[in-house]
């Protein structure tokens, strides 16, 4: 009976241990979105900024698909970031659900 209690206590250790480290997965996938979504931004910032250096109506050619670029990296960013955090506050009740089951496990996650 006690190895069994003490195999059981190694499983969670070992479960949570797992969650963890998809956690850590997840923090980098938003760490990727944040990065990803803030590129448009950053180039539209710039065009802006130069603006006064060229006439947006004989540039559209290239403005045009530019834009639509710096669209889809930022739905791309968003769709990362959203799948992240959903991801994150799945783990996050899970380990709560742990802790609350396993009450001598919860004493060393704090």
């Given amino acids: 009976m006690e190895s069994q209690a003490n195999r059981s206590g190694c499983d969670v250790f070992s479960e949570v241990q797992l969650l963890l480290a998809e956690k850590r997965t997840s923090l980098s996938t938003l760490r990727t979105g944040i990065a990803v979504f803030a590129l448009p931004l950053s180039v539209l910032g710039l065009l802006v900024a130069t603006s006064r250096y060229y006439d947006p109506m004989q540039a559209m050619e290239f403005l045009l698909p530019l834009l639509g670029l710096c669209a889809l990296l930022a ?13 994150i506050r799945h783990q996050n009740g899970v380990i709560r659900r742990i802790k609350q089951e396993y009450s001598a496990v919860a004493e060393f996650m704090d």
Avoid: F, Q, S
Wanted: hydrophobic share 55%; aromatic share 8%; proline share 0%.
């Fill in 75 to 87: 739905l791309l960013g968003a769709y990362l970031i959203t799948h992240a955090l959903r991801h």
